[in-house]
Each structure stands twice: as C-alpha cells, then as structure tokens.
C-alpha cells in the first residue's frame, strides 16, 4: 500500500446558489483544486452526492462532470453514502491511489439543495432514514435529530441552553470564513430566541439546506515532489482513512445516545495513524445538529458520557481551547451541502495544516481528524491528517 497526500484544493462560496447549475459549481471546484496542485490531468474522478437523483432528476453525476470539466476518457463515478457521501468519495479515492489503481486522483463533493421548494428537499433528506420504518410513518430527519436530543437531555438532566456554545463557536469561526454560508457572529440570546423547528432542536441548533462544491486532488505521497512548483502550500498526507457503520434506524440501535459507528471509525483512524485524541490539534466534526457535535466529542474519546455539551459550554472547543472544532464555521455556519460536506472538512483541514486558515489559524498545527456522519449515525468516515 502506497502512502497517499493531497496536494490540491478547491471550493466554492456556499449558499443559496441559484444562478448555477450542480456541474458549474463542481467544475469551479475541480478547476480551482487542480490549479492549486498544478495539473492537467487525472486518472479518476470520484464524486460525492447525495440528491442529485431526488433533486435534480439528475444521476449519472460522475460521468456529467467529468464530462463538463475536461476529463473525458477516465474512470469517474458518484459515491453514495447520505450526508457522508463526500468523505466517502475520499475514501475511495485513497484506497485507489494506495493501492496502485490509480496515480492521480480528483475527489470532489457536491450538492445543489435550494432548487426544490422545502417540502421536496425535507423528503430528500428523509431519504437518509430506514424508509419503511422511520421515514413512511411521517418522521423528518430533523425530527430524527431531535429525538434523539430529546433523549440525551433527559438522561443525562441536560439544560435547555447546554448545546448554544457549539452554535456560537460555529457562528464565531465562520464569520472569518468568506466561503461560510452565515458570516455573522452570535450570542446566547440569539440562541435562546431562535425559533424551534423540532422541540427542542432551534434554527440555532441546525445547519442550513444550501449549495456548494469542494475539490482535492490526491496523488502517491513519492510523487508529491513532482508537484511542487504548481502546489505552493506544500503536501498534507492522509495519515487514516476509517469507516463503519451502524443500524440505518435509530430504533434499532442498542444504545441510540452513543455513535457506536463514530468510535469504531476514530478508534481505527487512531490506530492507522499511531495517535491518540491528546495528538490532534483539531477535530472537525460533523455538527449538522448541535447534539451530534456532543456525541461526536464524546464517541471519539474527549468527554465522558453525556458531558460532550460541557465541552462547548466551558469554551474548550473555541480556536484556543483543548480541541478546535469547526475551525472554519462548520456545518452550522460554513453550511451543510449534503453530498459537499465531507470534502469541505478535508478542504478546511489541509488549509490549518499549511497555514493558510486566515484569521482562524490554529497555532502550530500538525494533526487534524475529521469525521463525516451519513445519517442519523448509520454511517461515519474518520480522517487523520498530517
């Protein structure tokens, strides 16, 4: 198995994207990551989506957009796994260059949410959730979430503003991202006076439907000085790439307050990368709903059992705190473009790991994890990188 690093980037801007279509947005990406790396070529492209079919009455995504970028005549294909869809396209694309399929390899996520009206892309999401027994009997996905919060603030005697300071550390790393989706900061207030969507999950609580695209170009890490006059951030190499699964229903789970599929994947990003959670020096975590980012810090062994929320509530997730999470706005602030989001993390990642985050750097970074969920938990994909 080769060792495998990532030597160009690229995204859009998100948000209500309405004046261009799914292949221009991930065109944009894929130019802009394959500039940054310097190169003309590819032997495959891997793509990230979720809805394209439910949405945009559009499959066959991978061939369209290689088609429309250029790349004629390579494997290209979409990968499929919810709202994880992109970091499983960056899984792929690892294994295909670790194991010699490939040399160059484009990995882009992307999604086009806000061209259906609300009722059309709730059903779309829903389509994350076990079909014949959650999503039939009417439950949205943020009805799922909310849930499964509702639980968690019962068991573990929870107050109702314990999850606001993971919305305001978002809020306040995003507003320094001028790629985010919201770039205004937030209070406890504007927390508290947000309107329910799903008691008790808030506006505050959730992350935005939007559009967006993210790129990376991913090559053997022996070739990276190949690339080094087109590439003038310098390598990052993927250190883990780890990915399990749990029941698609929540219902079905043994314990529906623990992501079982969160541990197994970090516990094997670890082991790949030979590091504890003490190493890392940011964690991006999957917070399209505030609970998660606690069962997330929890799962992957920074808190204890129903004390994940203490974490944002004692200010030890902000950029100066134990583990920065949602460095550049997360899924909150950055937005969430379902199929977009888990590349975006890697995006992000690269840009703390060569320093080149902005008004968000972290100091002397050299160790990230990222984690995308697909589901409410049915499946999670950890990265380390270095």
């Known amino acids: 198995m080769r060792s495998v690093s990532i030597i160009g980037i690229g995204q859009t801007p998100v948000g209500e994207l309405w004046d261009l279509s799914a292949r221009q947005l991930a065109y944009q990406a894929i130019s802009a990551a394959m ?209 399990a699964n749990d029941t698609l229903a929540v219902h079905d789970r043994k314990d529906p307050l623990f992501l079982e599929a969160a541990y197994i994947s970090s516990q094997k990003a670890y082991h790949q990368a030979k590091v504890t959670p003490e190493d890392l020096d940011l964690f991006e975590v999957h917070d399209a709903f505030t609970i998660m980012s606690a069962l997330s810090l929890e799962a992957t062994g920074f808190a204890r059992r129903g004390e994940g929320w203490r974490m944002a509530h004692d200010s030890e997730i902000g950029l100066h705190g134990r583990i920065p999470i949602s460095t550049m706005g997360g899924l909150k602030s950055r937005g969430h473009p379902v199929g977009a989001t888990g590349v975006y993390q890697i995006v992000e990642a690269v840009q703390q790991l060569t320093g080149s985050a902005g008004a968000n750097q972290i100091k002397d970074a050299r160790l990230a994890m990222a984690q995308n969920i697909g589901g409410s938990g049915a499946t999670i994909i950890t990265h380390s990188v270095h």
């Open 35 to 243: 500039a940054d790396a310097g190169v003309d070529r590819a032997d495959a492209l891997f793509l990230g989506n979720m809805l394209s079919g439910a949405l945009l009455d559009q499959e066959h995504m991978g061939t369209l957009v290689a088609d429309f970028c250029g790349l004629r005549g390579i494997e290209a294909a979409k990968v499929e796994a919810a709202c994880a869809s992109g970091r499983a396209a960056v899984r792929v694309g690892t294994m295909a260059v670790a194991s010699g399929f490939h040399d160059i390899v484009i990995v882009a996520g992307i999604e086009k949410m806000t061209d259906t009206v609300g009722k059309d892309t709730t059903a779309g999401l829903a389509t994350a959730a076990d079909a014949e027994y959650e999503a039939l009997h009417g439950v949205s996905f943020v009805g799922l979430n909310a849930l499964i919060m509702q639980r968690y603030m019962y068991e573990y005697d929870v107050p109702l503003d314990a999850f606001a300071g993971f919305s305001i550390n978002a809020h306040r790393n995003g507003a320094n991202n001028p790629n985010a989706m919201f770039q205004d900061e937030i209070g406890l207030q504007d927390y508290m006076r947000a309107p329910l969507i799903s008691t008790p999950i808030n506006m505050m609580d959730s992350s935005p439907v939007c559009d967006g695209a993210a790129a990376v170009v991913l090559v053997p890490t022996d070739w990276v000085s190949e690339f080094a006059t087109g590439h003038h951030r310098g390598a990052v190499h993927i250190l883990a790439s780890a990915s």
